[in-house]
């Protein structure tokens, strides 16, 4: 029987507002140093980080102090890996400032500037670390039907950007409501989704969901039922201590356990170690909250049989 197995996946990036469009000109990134201790907090606790960096964060004074400071773990406890936001990421098309809600999504680019945008982050992480990654993850999760040849062509053996079950087609982005947490592996390149998991007080009624994607997909599609599945408690969660108690994160294991999955990553935002900087750490207080959700949660993990951290291109190199 395979063992659970957990990635912690940081989407390092710059703070920029959320709920305000995308925009060229807002990418500050000033958490470089909260970052470094969360990190290092979370290797001293026996976990694996993977870096999925973005152009101004690898391209920032501060991002910079931080892949120096962990450059000596690289391909150990710590992997470097790519993260494309469009909008902050050279070339660009226009001398527009802001950048339409569509294409914030790399995947929904012409081909020829998804390749060109995510060719100058490779080789910019090349260049800045020393290591040319083989790991993606999209901005916004957005890939879209050319990402695979472009991933390919440019060296890339790992995908992050599925996110199970979830649907954003009604933000204009890619719909993974049929993907359960399995991994796909697709000749060069193996997927490993981002987790998130159905989860109901009724064990029976989230196994058969968890299992059959496309049930959940259905209920969902229509007003009578959602409302059923609300009576019934029934959630969807993310394994992310943003906006997640360690509570849910536990239940979203188990209920991923139930049926058989063992394969888990935990993500969250970079700005999220320094306080103001995300929506879901705004003060002292919730950064606390924060912090307790994730080292509880690693400490949980660690404690299941056989569980183990690893990062994403040690998988890639047995493909
Ligand atoms: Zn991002």
Redesign the pocket.
């Known amino acids: 029987m395979s063992k659970p197995r957990l990635s912690i996946v940081i989407?390092a990036?710059e703070e920029f507002p959320w709920d305000d469009g995308f925009y060229r000109s807002n990418n500050q990134v000033s958490h470089g140093e909260q970052l470094i201790e969360l990190v290092d907090e979370l290797i001293r606790a026996g976990g694996k980080v993977t870096l999925a960096m973005?152009y101004p964060f690898v391209t920032s004074q501060s991002g910079q102090k931080v892949i120096r400071y962990f450059k000596p773990m690289e391909g150990k406890q710590i992997e470097f890996a790519a993260?494309l936001?469009p909008w902050v990421n050279p070339p660009y098309e226009s001398q527009m400032d802001r950048i339409e809600n569509i294409d914030s999504f790399p995947g929904n680019l012409p081909s020829e500037l998804e390749y060109a945008k995510l060719k100058v982050l490779t080789e910019t992480i090349e260049k800045v670390t020393g290591t040319r990654p083989t790991t993606y993850l999209a901005?916004?999760y957005g890939i879209g039907k050319n990402s695979a040849e472009i991933l390919k062509s440019l060296g890339y053996r790992v995908d992050l950007s599925i996110s199970a079950y979830t649907d954003f087609s009604n933000i204009e982005g890619p719909d993974f409501s049929l993907y359960s947490n399995a991994m796909i592996w697709d000749k060069q390149l193996i997927y490993i989704p981002h987790t998130c998991s159905v989860v109901s007080p009724i064990n029976l009624i989230a196994n058969y969901l968890n299992r059959h994607p496309v049930k959940y997909k259905k209920l969902r599609c229509n007003a009578f039922s959602r409302t059923m599945l609300r009576l019934l408690r029934v959630k969807m969660y993310r394994l992310s201590p943003e906006g997640f108690t360690f509570e849910h994160l536990k239940a979203m294991t188990e209920s991923q356990i139930n049926i058989g999955k063992k394969e888990f990553i935990l993500s969250f935002?970079s700005p999220s170690a320094k306080v103001g900087c995300t929506p879901y750490v705004q003060s002292q207080e919730e950064l606390s909250r924060f912090k307790c959700a994730l080292f509880t949660y690693l400490n949980y993990f660690k404690s299941l049989e056989g569980s183990q951290f690893y990062i994403p291109k040690e998988l890639g190199k047995e493909n």
């Open positions: 989407h990036e973005d993260h936001h901005g916004r935002h």
